[in-house]
């Protein structure tokens, strides 16, 4: 099982980019798909982008598509999240969670394993 650790969370202005990435402890990293997930302030944990084992299948969240970019490096145990055009309303706690079945799922239930997150905001 990998632990994962969040780091690049800060404060940017609106239309402005940050890159978080996440690291995993363990050997067997490259077997697990990743996702990205964020939760605002009164409002349930939602879906932002997701890369398969291989990195060869992404899927984003239409709220983000065209201004983020999901990436991996299996050699170091990394997965990215670069966001650009950044919004207010992207604001959020922004976590990565590990799923062990290798697809680019949206779907939070399979995820396995998370992050302990990390504060992004944008301001106006």
């Known amino acids: 099982q990998v632990q994962l650790v969040e780091s690049g969370g800060g404060l940017v202005q609106a239309g402005g980019s940050l890159s978080l990435s996440c690291a995993a402890s363990g050997r067997t990293f490259s077997r697990y798909a990743m996702g990205w997930f964020r939760q605002a302030p009164g409002k349930e944990r939602e879906f932002v982008a997701a890369i398969s084992w291989s990195g060869d299948n992404t899927n984003s969240a239409d709220t983000v598509k065209g201004r983020i970019t999901i990436s991996r490096d299996n050699a170091n145990n990394t997965v990215y999240l670069q966001m650009n055009s950044l919004k207010p309303e992207d604001t959020a706690v922004y976590y990565c969670?590990?799923?062990?079945?290798?697809?680019?799922?949206?779907?939070?239930?399979?995820?396995?394993?998370w992050g302990q997150g990390t504060q992004v905001t944008v301001s106006s």
């Open positions: 969670a590990a799923h062990p079945w290798g697809g680019a799922s949206d779907d939070p239930r399979g995820y396995a394993t």
